[in-house]
């Protein structure tokens, strides 16, 4: 099981998306992403995108601005 | 039994999208959905940068769609590849800088594109024939399945049956009585259909979701390209010409000058890349300075930063300028005057 960071910090929505997807798309099930953020539409778009495709955001943290999502790789 | 056919949807977040996959989805279809973004889309950016518009549901329309309908959505980043398309369009610009047609034909490639590397069989789109005056009109439609190769493996469902029958149809993937006739500007078929389908929430029908549309972005963005004197952009120009006033003051120079704390917050970012001004002694916005200014520039500019400042009716501002290379100095100035303003200094 391997964890992965992705910063998208400064980029606005969809962007923080289209990052996550493209690194989710290249790792396996189980497997884990943190998503570095500051635009706060993240907080809802990664998470529905997670929902679509079958993946689980294990933990959403905000501090000083900025934004940490941990979402584990499901199995689609 | 066999395994279903496959179409992929593009999906805008509006209603006509949102139909379209779900009529078709209707018949047993596998359907999944695709999204471009184009660095264009007025979904998200504006209210995440303004702070009044942060009260507001900060919901992707495209995401919410797939959610109704329970499908996966691809979100394609087609930033750089779009550029040809807004630069030099085969089919011209409609009203604005909006190259309609060629967006259509682009994106329906890409899509046709992703169908052949996927394994999926056809493709969906809401258009509705005469629903827009460049894109959806009976003479434009096969220009779009030509050109785009999509051929007659692109459905559009809501308006199939004033169309020849395409190969899902002639196939029997899709039953073509099945599918519409709408036609025309009316969203009354559209809005029945949503009922029928229990739809009672969605966005704005037929909602321009595109900056090129705007006459005043549009309008931003040609100024962009004649005073660099060549037509190109890079993400940060489109973004940027999303924020804050923009006025030209001089043909060599432009300020963008923020209008309030989330703009102020996100122009920061780009502070290191442009010559910037702020009040110290007042409150007041950040300002960018977009080209190239000597002395007297700066102090024009300083007196426009102080103009729009809370110190626009004292004596004199203390304003703050920044180069490129972080060496700051203070200017003394007095705000312009309103009426000294020239309005075609606005953008």
């Keep these: 099981m391997s964890t992965e960071t992705v910063d998208a910090r400064h980029l606005l929505c969809p962007l923080p998306v289209i990052r996550t997807q493209d690194t989710l798309a290249r790792l396996a099930s189980g497997d884990s992403v943190r998503v570095l953020c500051t635009d706060p539409g993240a907080i809802h778009d990664i998470p529905a995108w997670c929902r679509v495709h079958g993946h689980e955001v294990c933990d959403i943290a905000e501090q000083d601005g900025e934004i940490v999502i941990t979402v584990r790789v499901g199995d689609t | ?347």
């Design chain 2, 1 to 347: 039994m066999s395994e279903p056919r496959k179409a992929v949807a593009l999906i805008s977040g509006g209603l006509d999208s949102l139909l379209a996959a779900r009529v078709v989805m209707e018949q047993g279809v596998h359907v999944e959905g695709i999204n471009f973004f184009t660095g264009f889309c007025v979904e998200g950016h504006t209210h995440a940068i303004r702070k009044k518009d942060r009260a507001r549901p900060k919901r992707n329309n495209a995401l919410w769609v797939a959610e109704q309908l329970g499908i996966k959505l691809h979100i394609i980043d087609i930033i750089e590849e779009y550029k040809q398309v807004v630069i030099n369009p085969v089919h011209g610009y409609g009203a604005n800088l909006n190259p309609c047609l060629d967006c259509k034909i682009f994106m329906i490639n890409k899509a046709r594109e992703w169908i052949d590397a996927n394994g999926f069989d056809f493709i969906i789109t809401g258009e509705v024939i005469g629903q827009r005056p460049m894109s959806q009109r009976r003479d434009t439609m096969p220009v779009v399945a030509r050109d785009s190769g999509a051929g007659d493996r692109l459905v559009r469902p809501l308006c199939a049956r004033k169309l020849p029958p395409t190969l899902p149809e002639q196939e029997g993937w899709l039953d073509r009585d099945r599918l519409h006739d709408f036609n025309g500007r009316s969203r009354k078929p559209q809005m029945a259909l949503a009922r029928q389908f229990g739809f009672e929430e969605y966005a704005q029908p037929a909602g321009g979701c595109c900056f090129l549309t705007d006459e005043q972005y549009s309008v931003k963005l040609a100024d962009l390209w004649e005073t660099r004197g060549k037509r190109e952009y890079d993400l940060d120009d489109i973004m940027l010409l999303k924020v804050g006033r923009h006025l030209r003051p001089r043909p060599h120079f432009k300020l963008i000058i923020g209008r309030e704390e989330g703009e102020n917050r996100f122009m920061e970012g780009y502070r290191k890349r442009f010559v910037y001004l702020l009040p110290l002694s007042h409150t007041g916005p950040l300002v960018l300075l977009d080209g190239e200014a000597d002395s007297d520039d700066l102090e024009l500019a300083a007196r426009l930063t102080a103009r729009f400042s809370h110190g626009r009716d004292a004596e004199r501002v203390t304003v703050e300028v920044t180069g490129k290379d972080g060496a700051a100095r203070t200017l003394e100035v007095a705000p312009l005057p309103a009426t000294e303003i020239p309005a075609e200094w606005y953008l």
